[in-house]
């Protein structure tokens, strides 16, 4: 899968999932052991996904990790270490995907009626446990 890999010190602080570079079919950007799991689905009509749940599994979450996806506009992401340093700022248009891993992160709205669907690992514990501001 195609993405572009933001990192520090050998570590992947971020993915930034260009809309124009889903490939056919079912794919993931993510790996089997990171705490949060992004694929995307991209198929003709009439493909058939076989349903199916999920088993119940214990697993052990020590950081939320986000995701964001532009429905429309545009967004500046600031993309920092977790030790506060700026490593890099990213433009995500509409349509694109951005995995936030194990970093810090600010955002610029850059467009009027920019639209972003966020997507979080939880159960969120409150601002005061969750996050730090910096």
């Known amino acids: 899968m195609n993405a572009?890999?933001?990192k520090s010190g050998g570590i992947i602080l971020a993915r930034l999932?260009?809309?124009?570079?889903w490939n056919k079919g079912l794919g993931?950007?993510?790996?089997?052991?990171?705490v949060i799991q992004v694929g995307t689905w991209y198929y003709e009509k009439g493909k058939?996904?076989?349903?199916?749940?999920?088993?119940?599994?214990?697993?052990t979450i020590s950081r939320t990790n986000?995701?964001?996806y532009v429905v429309s506009g545009k967004v500046?992401?600031?993309?920092?270490?977790l030790q506060e340093?700026?490593?890099?700022?990213v433009i995500v248009d509409c349509g694109d995907t951005l995995i936030l891993l194990d970093c810090g992160h600010g955002y610029e709205i850059l467009e009027d009626e920019t639209k972003v669907l966020e997507i979080k690992n939880g159960p969120y514990l409150g601002a005061e446990v969750d996050r730090r501001r910096f």
């Open 28 to 34: 993931f950007y993510s790996t089997d052991e990171e």
């Open 85 to 89: 340093s700026l490593v890099q700022e």
């Open 66 to 68: 986000e995701v964001l």
């Open 76 to 81: 500046k992401a600031y993309i920092y270490d």
């Open 48 to 59: 058939m996904l076989k349903q199916h749940i999920h088993n119940e599994v214990d697993r």
């Open 4 to 6: 572009q890999e933001i």
């Open 17 to 21: 999932i260009r809309s124009k570079d």
